[in-house]
């Protein structure tokens, strides 16, 4: 325990907290503002919980899943860039907790993302003063819904970033995954199978529990166990040739 | 003594080729082991499995006596390393490189000073390491090696990319590490003359396999040494002394023969006076290592 602490304050040390800080706001800005700039007059819903829904839209089809994968990226790049993976993998520490480590930042950034995501969205929705009241209850089950959902793409991004030096292939391979998973997301007998559409199909605001909306929680599992078990037999196992 | 480092038919294979054959390695404690081969030999792939980097084909690697797959993290703790091109976080400074290994270690905080001092860092310590010059990177590398305390360091071409003014700094600081610190180190290199100034013993390694181990003294005993004969008419002289059965070859004015013992010697010397030729030097010339390593490949490439 104590040697995966240390690791998790070393990932801490290495880390640029600004260029993390300006990846968490872009998102949430972007997404939170139009939808809340927008018109919904036109239909007689919830004007909030209509606005929430764009929002949710907007970053969980693109924002989301790719900072997921720039995040992972941002992850290994310090060891990828300069040798780094010789340097730590010859230290008296196992690769699984080298592994899990990474593995809990990267759970520590897409929590915090949500976090920021729904602030945003509720500093926005006061700052334009918009009147209608929506439940918490639905907001708060719809972060953490998209939180769990996105942990697939987020193993399977870790996995991604190990086979990768560079940071342009695997953004590359994110971008042109996450943007036909609106089209993905229609499709009910695919899209909660994709996992670039998991995240936007668990935001979906709803009244039921957490991961009711339109994904089984099996899925999600699966889908974690497979990345996961996947990233990290690789991680273990694999030469170090850089 | 016992072995720190022992290898037993290490083999790796990339594809089809070959690169580490039958390698059985063996480092003492007290040694400065020098691995000497020339480039693509297969000494960085031999450190990567050293250090449990890379996985052999076959074969075991001992550390401490211990078999490397089941006892890495225990053995590891004993051992610093420097593998190939230098490891560093470029946007940290180096005393920032130094803390995160320092915490992994859990060692305490005035241990970065120590080493810091020793490479001569302290000055740089602030600076980022993205601005420091390959030499500082190097020394960076080393330090950190060393942050542990270990028994052993395992150094793959320290010297690489260095001014001979670092070169000279960093063999002189090798060699006092077993007598001050009594760290035993197995250190790289395709140079013959550097492995001469630092290593108490030798293994060379050529296309994957090992030509040679032992003492550096061993390796200069293996090739005889050939003596010079410094003589009058050294043309005619020679053929007297092929007539009578001696290789002789003609350099530059001078008459060489290979592998003379004391009682030979004396003889040719004899048998050149009483031809009335006269003799003006007799020396002996010890091959060098170049050389001897030319003759144990039996290749005429050089590193
Ligand atoms: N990952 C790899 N895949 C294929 N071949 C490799 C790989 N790594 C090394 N080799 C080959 O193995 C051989 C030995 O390489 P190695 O790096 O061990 O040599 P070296 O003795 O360290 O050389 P140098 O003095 O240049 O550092 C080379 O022919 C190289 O091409
Ligand atoms: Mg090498």
Redesign the interface.
């Known amino acids: 325990m ?2 995966f602490l ?2 998790v ?2 990932e801490w ?2 880390l ?1 907290k600004w260029l993390v800080l300006v990846l968490l706001v872009v998102g949430p800005i972007f997404s939170v503002i139009p939808s809340l700039t927008m018109d919904h007059s036109s239909t007689e819903a919830n004007q909030l919980l209509m606005a929430y829904s764009t929002a949710v839209l907007q970053y969980a089809w693109i924002f989301f899943p790719i900072l997921t994968g720039v995040f992972a990226a941002l992850i290994c790049r ?1 060891e990828h ?7 730590l ?6 690769r699984s907790q080298i592994y899990l480590a990474k593995v809990f930042l990267l759970l520590l950034f897409t929590a915090t993302s949500q976090i920021f995501f729904v602030s945003a969205f509720l500093v926005g929705t006061w700052w334009y003063g918009i009147g209608d009241s929506i439940s918490w209850e639905i907001i708060i089950r719809s972060a953490i819904s998209g939180w769990l959902a996105v942990l697939p793409l987020a193993a399977l991004q870790l996995w991604i970033s190990f086979l990768w030096r560079s940071f342009g292939v695997p953004f590359a391979i994110n971008i042109a995954l996450a943007l036909p998973s609106i089209l993905a997301a229609q499709s009910e007998t695919f899209g909660p199978y994709y996992p670039w559409a998991q995240p936007m199909l668990a935001m979906v605001p709803s009244e039921g529990d957490i991961l009711d909306a339109s994904i089984k929680v099996w899925v999600i599992l699966v889908g974690i166990l497979i990345a996961g078990i996947g990233g990290w037999l690789h991680f273990i196992r694999r ?3 850089w | 003594m016992s072995n720190l480092i022992q290898t037993i038919n290490l083999t790796r294979r990339y594809g089809k080729q070959i690169v580490v054959k039958d390698l059985n390695l063996e480092v003492k404690q007290g040694e400065v082991y020098g691995f000497l081969g020339p480039n693509g030999a297969g000494k960085t792939t031999t450190i ?1 499995m050293l ?5 052999p084909t076959f074969g075991e690697v001992k550390l401490f006596g211990k078999p490397l797959n089941n006892h ?3 053995v ?2 004993r ?1 610093g ?1 420097l ?10 400074t180096g005393r ?1 490189n130094l ?3 320092r ?4 060692l305490p905080r005035e241990r970065i000073d120590e080493v810091l001092s020793l490479v001569r860092l302290t000055k740089a310590a602030d600076k980022k390491v993205k601005k420091y010059s390959l030499g500082m990177k190097q020394r960076l ?1 080393i330090a ?1 090696a060393l942050l542990g305390k270990p028994d052993l360091l395992i150094l793959d071409e320290p010297t690489n990319g260095l001014d001979p003014a670092g070169i000279q700094e960093i063999r002189e600081f090798i060699m006092d590490l077993p007598k001050q610190y009594g760290i035993s180190v197995l250190v790289s290199s395709h140079l013959l003359s550097e492995m001469e100034q630092m290593a108490t013993q030798v293994g060379i390694i050529h296309q994957g396999k090992l030509i040679f181990q032992g003492s550096i003294t061993t390796l200069q005993k293996k090739s005889r040494p050939r003596i010079r004969f410094g003589v009058g008419d050294p043309r005619e002289a020679q053929h007297v002394l092929q007539s009578r059965g001696w290789q002789v070859s003609l350099q530059e004015g001078e008459l060489w023969i290979d592998g003379l013992d004391r009682n030979a010697t004396a003889q040719i010397v004899e048998c050149l006076v009483k031809e009335h030729f006269s003799v003006y030097r007799v020396e002996e010339v010890k091959p060098s290592l170049e050389e001897i390593f030319l003759r144990l490949t039996g290749k005429e490439e050089s590193l």
């Open positions: 104590t040697v240390r690791l304050s070393n040390i290495k640029q310090y860039i300069n040798g780094g993976w010789k340097q993998l010859v230290q008296p520490v196992s030469d170090m040739e | 990567r250090l449990g980097l890379i996985r890495r993290r225990e590891l703790w051992v390393a593998v190939e091109s230098p490891s560093y976080y470029g946007h940290l920032e803390e995160v290994t915490r992994l270690l859990g590398g950190s």
